[in-house]
């Protein structure tokens, strides 16, 4: 459950924050509706809580995506799977377990390709 930083301690704490009163959270955060928070309270709330900015996010490479999706316990198992089948001359299991792990990897990693590219540009 997410919660407002708390600037008062008679704030309800029975009720999540959603549920009250917007007059009352307005009151209990000290702040106007109409015209929002004085600039004295935006530079002692910027020097007690820090900027309110996103976290600059690092590009990872395609390698590193790539990588990433084999680091899985159930890609482990499959792994170990097929190089059982392997040598057991099981030839159409390993085969199959095999496409299976590689189609995993493919999709993990154009979906995580996708995801960083999309971060990356909202970026400011």
Do not use: C
């Not at 530079?43 to 990588?67: D, E, P």
């Not at 198992?77 to 990897?105: M, P």
């Amino acid at each position: 459950m997410f919660a407002l930083p708390i600037y008062r301690q008679d704030i309800e704490r029975d009720r999540p924050w959603h549920h009250l009163p917007t007059t009352h959270i307005l009151q209990q955060l000290e702040t106007d509706a109409a015209h929002g928070l004085s600039m004295a309270a935006v530079i002692q709330r910027r020097a007690q809580f820090g900027s309110n900015a996103l976290t600059q996010i690092k590009r990872r490479s395609l390698l590193k995506i790539g990588v990433e999706q084999f680091q899985n316990p159930l890609i482990y198992i499959l792994v170990i799977a097929a190089l059982i089948t392997l040598l057991l001359q099981e030839w159409g299991d390993t085969i199959v377990i095999s496409v299976v792990v590689i189609l995993n990897a493919l999709i993990g990693f154009v979906q995580e390709a996708k995801a960083t590219r999309a971060m990356v540009q909202q970026q400011p």
